[in-house]
C-alpha cells in the first residue's frame, strides 16, 4: 500500500511546523504521515544528514508520494537537492511540492520529457541555493556593518511571525495579490509589498530576532 509522507523542516526549536502540513492539506494534499526536523539549518545539512530527514530514504517505497513545501527542503544546496531528487525519482518515488504543485517521477521514458524535467529540477534547485545564498550575505553584511552594537545590528523587530512570512511567501508564489494577502495574514498590505520586494532582508530580520 502507498503512502503520502510529507517531509518539514524549521531552522529553530522554536518554530512551528504546523503551518506546513496545513498548506500542504489547503492545497489539496492527503496527507498519511509527517516527518519533520526542528531546529536544522537547511543551508549546512544533508537531507542524509538530518535525524528525521534520513529515514526518508528508509520509509518511502516505489510508488509512495513525497510531499515538500518547496525544493529547497531537499537539500542544502544545488548538487544536493537534484541528487536527492534523483535519487528518490529513481527508486520510483513520486515528489511534488505545495508551491505551483509541481510533479517529479520517473514515469516518463520519451527522452524530450525527461530533459524537460531535468532542467525544470535544475532551475528550481539554483533557485533555492541562489535564494539561500543571499540571505547569508545579507546576514553576514549586517553583522560586519554593526560589530559590537547588538541591538543596531537586530534592527527593528518584524511585526510579522515566522509563520506570517511563511503564508505570505507561499501565497505570492501561487500569485496572490498584496491586498488579498494581507486580508489573509492580517498583516498590513505595506508588509507584503516590503517583504515581497526583499525576501531575503524580511527572512534575515527573523532570524536576527531567533524568531
Same mark, same amino acid.
Do not use: C
Given at each position: 500500500? =502507498?503512502?503520502? @509522507?510529507? /517531509?518539514?523542516?524549521?531552522? =529553530? ?5 504546523? +503551518?506546513?502540513? &496545513?498548506?500542504?492539506?489547503?492545497? *489539496?494534499?492527503? @496527507? ?5 526536523? +526542528? %531546529? ?28 515538500? !513545501? ?7 544546496? /544545488?548538487?544536493?537537492? &537534484? ?8 527508486? *520510483?518515488?513520486?515528489? !511534488? ?8 517521477? %520517473?514515469? &516518463? ?32 553584511? *549586517? ?7 547588538? =541591538?543596531?545590528?537586530?534592527? #527593528? #523587530?518584524?511585526? /510579522? ?5 511563511? &503564508? ?14 494581507? #486580508?489573509?495574514?492580517?498583516?498590513? !498590505?505595506? =508588509? @507584503? ?16 530576532? %531567533?524568531?
Amino acid at each position: 500500500m =502507498t503512502q503520502t @509522507i510529507l /517531509y518539514a523542516r524549521v531552522s =529553530t526549536s522554536e518554530q512551528d511546523l504546523s +503551518h506546513q502540513r &496545513t498548506q500542504a492539506e489547503k492545497a *489539496g494534499f492527503v @496527507i498519511d504521515k509527517v516527518v519533520a526536523d +526542528h %531546529g536544522v539549518s537547511g543551508v549546512s545539512t544533508r537531507l542524509a544528514e538530518r535525524t528525521e530527514g534520513k529515514r526518508l530514504f528508509d520509509m518511502l517505497r516505489r510508488g509512495d508520494t513525497l510531499v515538500v !513545501r518547496w525544493v529547497d527542503r531537499l537539500g542544502r544546496n /544545488y548538487d544536493d537537492v &537534484t541528487d536527492t531528487i534523483r535519487t528518490f525519482i529513481n527508486r *520510483g518515488v513520486i515528489i !511534488r511540492t505545495v508551491i505551483n504543485d509541481m510533479t517529479f517521477d %520517473g514515469a &516518463t521514458k520519451d527522452p524530450v520529457q525527461k530533459a524537460v524535467r531535468d532542467a525544470l529540477i535544475a532551475f528550481m534547485a539554483a533557485t533555492a541555493q541562489a535564494q539561500a545564498e543571499a540571505v547569508k550575505e545579507a546576514q553576514r553584511a *549586517g553583522i560586519e556593518a554593526n560589530k559590537g552594537d547588538v =541591538t543596531k545590528y537586530r534592527g #527593528k #523587530k518584524p511585526s /510579522y511571525s515566522r509563520d506570517q512570512f511563511q &503564508t505570505v511567501i507561499d501565497l505570492l508564489s501561487n500569485g496572490a495579490g498584496a491586498s488579498a494577502i494581507a #486580508k489573509e495574514t492580517g498583516l498590513t !498590505r505595506q =508588509t @507584503i509589498l516590503r517583504i515581497r520586494d526583499d525576501q531575503p532582508a524580511a527572512e534575515t530580520a527573523l532570524v536576527k530576532w %531567533g524568531m
